[in-house]
């Protein structure tokens, strides 16, 4: 069966679509009471953030949509030190697209919800006409989590002699949707995760955390030019320290591309205290989806702000912000 134009009426066809798909994989105490909105248990300090997701294909190696859209709004709550709870699912429909698929990337979210131990709590569904230029969904999600008392971290965050932490292979989710879109056969699939182990194994073990943030489109490059301006410091890099996956390093030198400026969708940057470096670096390794996690530079105040890559031969290159598109778009 398709998903039609009925399906977005607000009638018989609407409530069939809610109850044989969203609500059959959500079911939970808020979400099966379908009112208008969740009243669910709170606390002080709320972090909240927003996403929307597109991709082409909706089912890529290692994931889907359906993951990527939990993955990515859990991973932003994480970076701000919440505890990630309650998630807001709406859904753009294109007339057409096929309900089994729907059906698959419903049940991934749910089960990558599941992992991440958040509840699909309120959520939204709406169907257009067949347009062809969105892959058949787009889904939007918006989460909500509990912030520790006393715990702030920010790209200003940033200090003299600060080490920086990547969490692993950077370019994985990159390469694995080019990979499936020009069917290029290969290994390489994406790391889309939710990272809730690993960032709450660094907050409850007390590491001094300065900043924090995943690494996603735009890159390392264009997160840590966003550190070093927030912070008016300087990040030194390390070419030869950098984690790159063999298959993914091959698929970069034969498109052109650069892993300093690939998307990755379960990975983050840690910037903290160099007396914490070691411990931190153990509890990432230690976690799930960490296994590769590797320091790969430090904070120095200088009179220059900005990134400077240090290459294997002794050279220095400037990193700035990924400028443009970014083609080829991966979402």
């Known amino acids: 069966m398709k998903v039609t134009m009925a399906h977005g009426s607000g009638g018989a066809s609407t409530s069939e679509l809610i109850e044989n798909i969203f ?38 190696p290692g994931g889907d949509i359906g993951r990527l859209s939990v993955c990515g709004t859990v991973n932003d709550l994480l970076m701000s030190g919440a505890t990630p709870k309650y998630l807001t699912c709406g859904c753009i429909l294109e007339e057409g697209m096929d309900l089994d698929d729907l059906d698959k990337i419903i049940a991934s979210m749910a089960k990558t919800a599941k992992e991440a131990g958040v509840s699909i709590v309120t959520g939204d569904t709406k169907v257009v ?24 971290l920010s790209p200003s965050g940033c200090k003299d002699g600060d080490v920086i932490i990547v969490s692993g292979n950077l370019g994985d989710h990159h390469a694995a949707i080019l990979s499936g879109r020009m069917n ?22 007390n590491i001094k955390l300065h900043a924090m943030r995943d690494v ?56 903290v205290d160099a007396s914490d470096a070691d411990k931190a670096l153990q509890i990432i390794k230690n976690s799930h989806y960490g296994e590769t996690a590797a320091i790969i530079g430090e904070v120095k105040r200088a009179d220059n702000i900005g990134v400077v890559l240090h290459t294997p031969i002794g050279g220095e290159r400037l990193i700035g912000p990924l400028y443009g598109e970014g083609l080829p778009r991966i979402c």
């Open 129 to 152: 006409e067949k347009r062809g230029d969105f892959g058949g969904i787009m889904i939007n999600t918006s989460g909500v989590g509990f912030v520790p008392e006393g715990l702030s």
């Open 216 to 271: 996603t489109r735009g890159g390392l490059g264009t997160v840590l030019h966003e550190f070093a301006n927030a912070s008016s410091c300087e990040i030194h890099l390390y070419q030869d320290r950098l984690p790159v996956g063999d298959e993914v390093r091959d698929f970069c030198k034969m498109l052109g591309l650069d892993p300093v400026y690939m998307g990755n969708e379960g990975k983050i940057i840690c910037v």
């Open 23 to 60: 609500a059959k994989h959500f079911k939970n105490e808020y979400l099966d009471r379908m009112e208008d909105s969740a009243v669910v248990p709170g606390n002080e300090r709320l972090a909240v953030t927003t996403d929307s997701f597109v991709v082409t294909p909706y089912f890529f």
């Open 184 to 205: 290029i056969k290969n290994n390489i699939k994406s790391d889309n995760a939710p990272l809730v182990q690993m960032v709450t194994g660094l907050i409850n073990e």
